[in-house]
């Protein structure tokens, strides 16, 4: 039982951070609509998310403090990345003709995981929240089993929450069968990505 409460202050904060609406989310929820990859999908966003939860809980949050030039770098880097995907959205959005069908153009399953692995390696953002703020609520706990235990919470939340979005998209599949829908989705994405490439430009 003394384990309980550091796991559920591990998933409540987790939970807290994963829920903002971002390029990331975005990307996961349409590959969701489109039924194509998603365990594979989902499965990358939760294990990326164990492994810097892991890192942070560990104390590598010290990394960004030895090498100041690190959040700059990934800042630009992500938001070159969000510029060029958020311009595809748009120009989908623009073209329209795209419905939800079991053929949808949604990519092999390399290319589906090579874009997921650039939304979340190069959003500085993640390496906030993981190594540095999890990281940080981490340390109210003492070493050892309630320590891993929030690890364990945060993890889970993790988990939990990639996989009900992008299963859970599929609910919005008969609304999502008309080709006016997708072009608005589209739309809303592409605004996602330049919205958050603008804040990352101008906070580097």
Known sequence: MTVLGPGLTGFATSLSLILAIGAQNAFVLRQGLLGSHVFALCLFCALSDAVLIAAGV???GAVTGALPWLPQALSLGGAAFLIVYGALRARAAWQGGHRLTAEGRAGSVWAVLGTAAALTWLNPHVYLDTLGLIGAVSTEFDPGAAREAFAL?????SFCFFFALGYGARVLAPAMARPVAWRVLDA??????WAIAARLILES
């Open 188 to 193: 809303l994405i592409a605004a996602v990505m």
């Open 153 to 157: 919470g945060a993890v889970l939340a």
């Open 58 to 60: 560990a104390g590598f």
